[in-house]
């Protein structure tokens, strides 16, 4: 612990003292005290509900604080709107960059400058000239008249941070930048960080993928359970040292390993090839195997578990399950073959928003719940439901609330007990810890792990290359549609795969 | 790459299909293509072509109005009442429909963002509440005498025998695109529509700017009810309701996106002129009038699907260059 943020005040630009918040009686953070430097990149870095949210709601203006003191540049920072902190040079980035899709490049970098000016008309001119100068700053080469919409997710992020440094900012807050982004892509955003920190920019960085966190930030401070648990210098860290003082709790890092030689194939693809998306796939997947799958987004890794999951069609090969050659024509003719897939976007594809967390488990299951006349058995139902929610420790206090009360971590495992629920033989989990917590991804693992003793065959669809090494056996790599590779994973390292993966 | 750009619009295919079309009937009947059944078309469009631009701007803002066929409705049997009865002259026309226009407009965008029902529920609500109020205070009675110089209005050209009902239309045209361009108020349109929650964190005031869309909206059906009352001669209660769908398949068929965001008052305009030219072409060559329903229709539909055609297209060239 390095610093207390009561002494020499003229080092910071930001600062917390004694900050408190509860919502009705629920305490979000409790007498947190932190200093932001000037031009530094400091990260926060906290579990779901540990008040990381809160903090940047209070300090963008969003929310108010209970008691305490906020000091920006040595003065008193008293935000009522959002509006107040953007004057004072406070930016927030969010997960979702929230821009215009159907404006131009342009537009959208001019246009909260254009509001905090308070103008009334447009001249087109000067805007597209603002809007040069302000791509020109962070070396941004992008078509500034294309819609945003046609622009990928990390062009988006990289517009949203050139709207943030339209107005003149001394703090940019970047909440999860990084969750939909690939690797290179993510380089490239951390490249433009330390590019605004040597403009004299400070940086507050929010982000669940620790090793990117540790590349760039030089501070760190930890919350947990809305406390304030430490400021930290880059160097007196570890990232097994981070992740307990997150959690609170001493990790097990011992990779996992469960033998599959002579165990019967599950699954075994052959020459499966699908113009434009994959090409001539072959692999066995065992019992109780867990085989991972990775490669750069656009590899062909998703397309491949649309194909297998009957979702699409194959135009070439073969697909055996129990030795037998399968056709695979719908979802539900994979259901019926003891496939279970478990998408990407959880949100859009995985869940019914706006029904409960109970209906959400059972969704795939319905039929198998029917009494005599023909309706679900409700005593059967609740039974059911109890069962999966214990069996998977989805912290929930009724079943009967909506899905999206469900912090990310839980609603994974409520998309994986409703699988879980058909009893299947090969589950595909495409990203299933993407943007959830360091706990409740230690939990998703251990769910994997669990599954994969019972003899489950599982295919782990991942970007993270440790994660793809510490659960699986064996790991695919993918580039351009075809497996490049296919690796023991107890003979690899990180670095060494990253590599493969990004050679062009 | 421009000349590339420029095959990819709507508006390019639309103005492509008008020629074709217009190609078409001039064939059959040479009648078509003169100055004067041309100017005719302008004259008699001008009413729906000033209501497309309202309904462009709500479409724009992510919203949809069904209502705007029942408040021109009223501000047409309010203000013709009011000069029947107290005398005025045009001024007095315009000012008494387009303030009965604004104020239903205003009420619908008061109903739209404080109860937060969606706006085709408000206005479906509104059409029938304002026609019904409409219907049950003047017992239906037509109005046969309006003032004199509806007729002149009606009858009064350019040089070249451009019709005047037209330039308000022209102009009604260039006003609007004005807004939308070069004022923050239609960029915030245009943003409101693209993205609301994008819109709120910005700073722009989306009361404000909701408000004005419908607002916009009932004074354009105000202004466009004098010119229906030029146009037809008399007040009949019924004669504009039930032309709402008319006017919004002109805007959708002009490239306007139904789900907010993205259209033009060029495309907007063309499309009106379509189905002008199919309403008149179809007469001309003598086939009943019941074709023009079945014309609208089928061209309504062959248009949209193209779109998505087109815009599927897009989206797939930009997947597989995802793999390249």
Same mark, same amino acid.
């Given at each position: 612990?390095?610093?207390?943020?009561?002494?020499?005040?003229?080092?910071?630009?930001?600062?917390?003292?004694?900050?408190?918040?509860?919502?009705?009686?629920?305490?979000?953070?409790?007498?947190?005290?932190?200093?932001?430097?000037?031009?530094?990149?400091?990260?926060?870095?906290?579990?779901?509900?540990?008040?990381?949210?809160?903090? /940047?709601?209070?300090?963008?203006?969003?929310?108010?604080?209970?008691?305490?003191?906020?000091?920006?540049?040595?003065?008193?920072?008293?935000?009522?709107?959002?509006?107040?902190? /953007?004057?004072?040079?406070?930016?927030?980035?969010?997960?979702?960059?929230?821009?215009?899709?159907?404006?131009?490049?342009?537009?959208?970098?001019?246009?909260?400058?254009?509001?905090?000016?308070?103008?009334?008309?447009?001249?087109?001119?000067?805007?597209?000239?603002?809007?040069?100068?302000?791509?020109?700053? $962070?070396?941004?080469?992008?078509?500034?008249?294309?819609?945003?919409?046609?622009?990928?997710?990390?062009?988006?992020?990289?517009?949203?941070?050139?709207?943030?440094?339209?107005?003149?900012?001394?703090?940019?807050?970047?909440?999860?930048?990084?969750?939909?982004?690939?690797?290179?892509?993510?380089? $490239?955003?951390?490249?433009?960080?330390?590019?605004?920190?040597?403009?004299?920019?400070?940086?507050?960085?929010?982000?669940?993928?620790?090793?990117?966190?540790?590349?760039?930030?030089?501070?760190?401070?930890?919350?947990?359970?809305?406390?304030?648990?430490?400021?930290?210098?880059?160097?007196?860290?570890?990232?097994?040292?981070?992740?307990?003082?997150?959690?609170?709790?001493?990790?097990?890092?011992?990779?996992?390993?469960?033998?599959?030689?002579?165990?019967?194939?599950?699954?075994?693809?052959?020459?499966?090839?699908?113009?434009?998306?994959?090409?001539?796939?072959?692999?066995?997947?065992?019992?109780?195997?867990?085989?991972?799958?990775?490669?750069?987004?656009?590899?062909?890794?998703?397309?491949?578990?649309?194909?297998?999951?009957?979702?699409?069609?194959?135009?070439?090969?073969?697909?055996?399950?129990?030795?037998?050659?399968?056709?695979?024509?719908?979802?539900?003719?994979?259901?019926?073959?003891?496939?279970?897939?478990?998408?990407?976007?959880?949100?859009?594809?995985?869940?019914?928003?706006?029904?409960?967390?109970?209906?959400?488990?059972?969704?795939?299951?319905?039929?198998?719940?029917?009494?005599?006349?023909?309706?679900?058995?409700?005593?059967?139902?609740?039974?059911?439901?109890?069962?999966?929610?214990?069996?998977?420790?989805?912290?929930?206090?009724?079943?009967?609330?909506?899905?999206?009360?469900?912090?990310?971590?839980?609603?994974?495992?409520?998309?994986?007990?409703?699988?879980?629920?058909?009893?299947?033989?090969?589950?595909?989990?495409?990203?299933?810890?993407?943007?959830?917590?360091?706990?409740?991804?230690?939990?998703?693992?251990?769910?994997?792990?669990?599954?994969?003793?019972?003899?489950?065959?599982?295919?782990?669809?991942?970007?993270?290359?440790?994660?793809?090494?510490?659960?699986?056996?064996?790991?695919?790599?993918?580039?351009?549609?075809?497996?490049?590779?296919?690796?023991?994973?107890?003979?690899?390292?990180?670095?060494?795969?990253?590599?493969?993966?990004?050679?062009? | 790459?421009?000349?590339?750009?420029?095959?990819?619009?709507?508006?390019?295919?639309?103005?492509?299909?008008?020629?074709?079309?217009?190609?078409?009937?001039?064939?059959?009947?040479?009648?078509?293509?003169?100055?004067?059944?041309?100017?005719?078309?302008?004259?008699?469009?001008?009413?729906?072509?000033?209501?497309?631009?309202?309904?462009?701007?709500?479409?724009?803002?992510?919203?949809?109005?069904?209502?705007?066929?029942?408040?021109?409705?009223?501000?047409?049997?309010?203000?013709?009442?009011?000069?029947?009865?107290?005398?005025?002259?045009?001024?007095?026309?315009?000012?008494?429909?387009?303030?009965?226009?604004?104020?239903?407009?205003?009420?619908?965008?008061?109903?739209?963002?404080?109860?937060?029902?969606?706006?085709?529920?408000?206005?479906?609500?509104?059409?029938?509440?304002?026609?019904?109020?409409?219907?049950?205070?003047?017992?239906?009675?037509?109005?046969?005498?309006?003032?004199?110089?509806?007729?002149?209005?009606?009858?009064?050209?350019?040089?070249?025998?451009?019709?005047?009902?037209?330039?308000?239309?022209?102009?009604?045209?260039?006003?609007?695109?004005?807004?939308?361009?070069?004022?923050?108020?239609?960029?915030?349109?245009?943003?409101?529509?693209?993205?609301?929650?994008?819109?709120?964190?910005?700073?722009?005031?989306?009361?404000?700017?909701?408000?004005?869309?419908?607002?916009?909206?009932?004074?354009?059906?105000?202004?466009?009810?004098?010119?229906?009352?030029?146009?037809?001669?008399?007040?009949?209660?019924?004669?504009?309701?039930?032309?709402?769908?008319?006017?919004?398949?002109?805007?959708?068929?002009?490239?306007?996106?139904?789900?907010?965001?993205?259209?033009?008052?060029?495309?907007?305009?063309?499309?009106?002129?379509?189905?002008?030219?199919?309403?008149?072409?179809?007469?001309?060559?003598?086939?009943?009038?019941?074709?023009?329903?079945?014309?609208?229709?089928?061209?309504?539909?062959?248009?949209?699907?193209?779109?998505?055609?087109?815009?599927?297209?897009?989206?797939?060239?930009?997947?597989?260059?995802?793999?390249?």
């Amino acid at each position: 612990m390095t610093d207390d943020p009561h002494q020499n005040r003229s080092e910071y630009l930001l600062q917390l003292e004694h900050v408190s918040k509860s919502y009705g009686g629920l305490r979000a953070l409790s007498d947190v005290s932190l200093g932001i430097r000037y031009a530094e990149i400091h990260c926060l870095v906290g579990q779901n509900g540990s008040g990381k949210s809160t903090l /940047i709601k209070i300090v963008s203006g969003v929310e108010h604080a209970d008691s305490g003191e906020l000091r920006f540049d040595n003065k008193p920072l008293h935000a009522l709107h959002a509006a107040d902190s /953007i004057r004072r040079g406070i930016q927030v980035i969010y997960q979702d960059p929230s821009l215009f899709p159907n404006l131009t490049v342009a537009e959208n970098v001019v246009i909260s400058e254009t509001l905090a000016k308070r103008a009334q008309h447009i001249n087109w001119r000067k805007l597209h000239q603002r809007a040069k100068e302000v791509t020109e700053k $962070i070396q941004l080469k992008i078509d500034l008249d294309a819609p945003v919409r046609a622009l990928s997710f990390a062009q988006q992020q990289l517009v949203a941070i050139c709207r943030a440094l339209s107005n003149d900012v001394r703090l940019l807050i970047m909440d999860e930048p990084t969750t939909a982004l690939t690797r290179r892509e993510v380089e $490239i955003l951390l490249d433009v960080v330390r590019g605004l920190q040597s403009k004299g920019i400070s940086i507050l960085f929010v982000s669940h993928k620790l090793n990117e966190v540790f590349e760039i930030a030089q501070r760190f401070t930890v919350l947990r359970d809305s406390r304030w648990i430490g400021t930290y210098e880059r160097n007196e860290l570890t990232l097994p040292k981070l992740v307990t003082l997150m959690t609170g709790q001493e990790v097990a890092t011992e990779p996992f390993r469960n033998p599959v030689e002579g165990k019967s194939a599950l699954l075994e693809v052959l020459h499966l090839s699908r113009a434009n998306e994959f090409e001539d796939i072959s692999f066995v997947l065992r019992e109780g195997e867990v085989l991972g799958l990775t490669g750069l987004l656009g590899s062909g890794r998703t397309e491949l578990a649309l194909a297998l999951f009957g979702l699409t069609k194959p135009d070439q090969g073969e697909i055996l399950i129990h030795g037998r050659p399968a056709q695979i024509g719908s979802a539900q003719a994979a259901i019926r073959l003891g496939l279970g897939y478990v998408p990407e976007d959880r949100l859009r594809q995985g869940l019914v928003i706006g029904q409960s967390i109970g209906a959400n488990i059972i969704l795939s299951t319905c039929s198998q719940l029917l009494n005599r006349f023909g309706l679900i058995d409700t005593i059967r139902r609740t039974r059911e439901i109890q069962k999966s929610i214990k069996a998977l420790g989805i912290k929930v206090s009724d079943p009967d609330l909506a899905i999206e009360t469900l912090s990310g971590g839980n609603q994974q495992k409520t998309v994986i007990a409703r699988w879980l629920a058909t009893k299947p033989k090969v589950l595909i989990l495409d990203s299933p810890t993407v943007g959830i917590d360091v706990g409740a991804k230690r939990s998703v693992h251990q769910l994997i792990h669990e599954l994969a003793l019972a003899g489950v065959g599982i295919i782990l669809i991942t970007d993270e290359i440790d994660e793809a090494l510490n659960n699986c056996t064996r790991v695919l790599l993918m580039r351009n549609g075809r497996i490049i590779a296919d690796l023991d994973s107890s003979q690899q390292d990180e670095m060494s795969v990253q590599a493969r993966l990004e050679a062009a | 790459m421009e000349i590339r750009k420029l095959f990819q619009r709507t508006e390019f295919f639309l103005a492509l299909i008008i020629v074709v079309i217009g190609i078409g009937f001039t064939l059959l009947n040479p009648r078509f293509a003169t100055l004067s059944n041309l100017m005719d078309l302008i004259k008699s469009y001008s009413f729906l072509g000033i209501l497309s631009v309202g309904v462009l701007v709500v479409l724009l803002s992510g919203g949809i109005d069904i209502s705007f066929t029942a408040i021109a409705q009223v501000a047409e049997y309010v203000s013709v009442s009011w000069l029947v009865a107290y005398g005025g002259n045009l001024g007095t026309a315009f000012l008494i429909a387009c303030c009965t226009g604004t104020l239903l407009g205003i009420f619908n965008g008061l109903l739209i963002h404080f109860i937060r029902i969606p706006p085709i529920i408000t206005t479906i609500g509104t059409l029938n509440l304002y026609y019904g109020v409409l219907y049950v205070i003047t017992q239906g009675r037509l109005i046969y005498q309006v003032p004199e110089f509806y007729r002149a209005l009606s009858g009064a050209t350019l040089p070249g025998n451009f019709p005047v009902l037209g330039v308000l239309w022209i102009g009604m045209v260039i006003l609007t695109a004005w807004i939308l361009k070069y004022t923050v108020l239609g960029r915030s349109i245009f943003a409101l529509g693209g993205s609301q929650i994008g819109a709120i964190r910005v700073g722009f005031d989306i009361f404000k700017t909701r408000l004005f869309v419908y607002a916009f909206m009932g004074f354009i059906s105000g202004f466009a009810a004098v010119i229906h009352t030029a146009l037809v001669q008399s007040v009949i209660p019924n004669s504009i309701v039930g032309r709402e769908l008319d006017v919004i398949a002109a805007v959708v068929l002009g490239g306007a996106n139904i789900m907010g965001g993205s259209g033009s008052l060029l495309g907007t305009s063309l499309g009106v002129a379509l189905l002008a030219m199919l309403g008149n072409g179809l007469t001309l060559i003598g086939m009943s009038s019941y074709w023009n329903n079945v014309m609208v229709g089928l061209v309504l539909l062959v248009g949209v699907t193209t779109s998505a055609i087109q815009r599927n297209l897009q989206t797939r060239r930009h997947v597989t260059s995802l793999h390249t």
